[in-house]
C-alpha cells in the first residue's frame, strides 16, 4: 500500500522530486484525445515507476517544462 502524498506534477515546484504513480489524462490534454496524449508523455519518458525532478519552470503559468527522469530500472 502507498501511503505516500499523491501529487499532479503540474502543482509541484522547482526542486521536486518524487515517482510518477500513474499518468492521468483525462483531466485535460491540450486538446489532444486522451489516448494521444498518454502516447506522447510515455515517448517523453513519463513511464510508471520513473523517478522524476522538477528543474525548470515556465515563465508564463508556471508550467513543468523541464523534467529530469531516472529510468524506473535503475
Avoid: K, Y
Amino acid at each position: 500500500m502507498n501511503t505516500q502524498p499523491t501529487i499532479a506534477l503540474g502543482t509541484a515546484r522547482v526542486g521536486f522530486r518524487g515517482r510518477i504513480h500513474a499518468i492521468d489524462t483525462e483531466r485535460g490534454g491540450a486538446g489532444l484525445p486522451a489516448g494521444e496524449l498518454e502516447r506522447r508523455l510515455i515517448e517523453l519518458g513519463f513511464v510508471e515507476g520513473a523517478n522524476v525532478e522538477l528543474l525548470h519552470q515556465g515563465l508564463f503559468g508556471g508550467d513543468p517544462i523541464l523534467p529530469g527522469f531516472q529510468d524506473a530500472g535503475q
